[in-house]
C-alpha cells in the first residue's frame, strides 16, 4: 500500500489560486469517487476540506475545490488567505486492500 | 459538540504492548464507523484501521496485521487499539476519527506512542 504522491510543497501570494496534485494507481483514485483532502495546521488535528472528490463539509469556504481525472486528484485553492497556509493530505479509498491510503503531504506557502 | 479524545499513549520497549483508548461525545457513536489514523514525527498520515458500526468488519494497513486489533464498546462511546509487537516504526501519534461518505469529518488531537529501548 504506496503512498499517494503529492507535491512537497506550492505556494502563492495573497489572493492567488493554487493547485495541489494527488496521484494514485487503478486500484485507489482511478477507481473510485471516495477522494477526501485535509487541512492540517502545525500540532492541530487534520481537518475535512473535501469528501467524495468535490463535496465540501458544512463550514468549509468555497474557495477550496476539488476534481479529480483518472489516476489524479486535485485540490484547488482560490484566493488564498494567510490562513491557508498549511500542510495538506489526499486520500483515497483502497479496492484491492479494501483500505485507504493517504498522500505524502503538501506544504503550502502564502507568501 | 462532537469530541474524540484518545489516551493512553507512552513509552514502550521494542516488543511491547500498548492499549489506545478513543472517548466519543456530542454524536450517536454508535450509528458510524471509526478509523486510527498515526502520524510519525514529522511525517505524513498514515491509516491504520476501522471497523464498522457494530463491529462486525475490522479492516488494517498491511504493517500492523496481526499485531494490532481494532474494537470498540457502543455502551461506553469509546473506540481501542490493542497494539502488540510493538517495533520502533510505530511510534507516532495516533489519532481516531469519525468516518462519514468515505471520508474522516471528525478527529481527536492524538496520542504519542513511542517505541524505544
Known amino acids: 500500500q504506496s503512498a499517494l504522491t503529492q507535491p512537497p510543497s506550492a505556494s502563492g501570494s495573497p489572493g492567488q489560486s493554487v493547485t495541489i496534485s494527488c496521484t494514485g494507481t487503478?486500484?485507489?483514485?482511478?477507481?473510485?469517487?471516495?477522494v477526501s483532502w485535509y487541512q492540517q495546521h502545525p500540532g492541530k488535528a487534520p481537518k475535512l476540506m473535501i469528501y467524495?472528490?468535490?463535496k465540501r463539509p458544512s463550514g468549509v469556504p468555497d474557495r477550496f475545490s476539488g476534481s479529480k481525472s483518472g489516476n489524479t486528484a486535485s485540490l484547488t485553492v482560490s484566493g488564498l488567505q494567510t490562513e491557508d497556509e498549511a500542510d495538506y493530505y489526499c486520500?483515497?479509498?483502497?479496492?484491492?486492500?479494501?483500505?485507504?491510503?493517504f498522500g505524502s503531504g503538501t506544504k503550502v506557502t502564502v507568501l | 459538540e462532537v469530541q474524540l479524545v484518545e489516551s493512553g499513549g507512552g513509552l514502550v520497549q521494542p516488543g511491547g504492548s500498548l492499549r489506545l483508548s478513543c472517548a466519543a461525545s456530542g454524536f450517536t457513536f454508535s450509528g458510524y464507523w471509526m478509523t486510527w489514523v498515526r502520524q510519525a514525527p514529522g511525517k505524513g498520515l498514515e491509516w491504520v484501521a476501522n471497523?464498522?458500526?457494530?463491529?462486525?468488519?475490522?479492516y488494517y494497513v498491511g504493517s500492523v496485521k496481526g499485531r494490532f486489533t481494532i474494537s470498540r464498546d457502543n455502551a461506553k462511546n469509546s473506540l481501542y487499539l490493542q497494539m502488540n509487537s510493538l517495533r520502533v516504526e510505530d511510534t507516532a501519534v495516533y489519532h481516531c476519527a469519525r468516518h462519514i461518505d468515505w471520508a474522516f469529518d471528525m478527529w481527536g488531537r492524538g496520542t504519542l506512542v513511542t517505541v524505544s529501548s
Open positions: 467524495e472528490v468535490n
Open positions: 486520500s483515497s479509498f483502497e479496492g484491492s486492500n479494501i483500505s485507504y491510503v
Open positions: 471497523i464498522k458500526q457494530d463491529g462486525s468488519e475490522k
Open positions: 487503478s486500484s485507489d483514485v482511478g477507481s473510485y469517487n471516495y
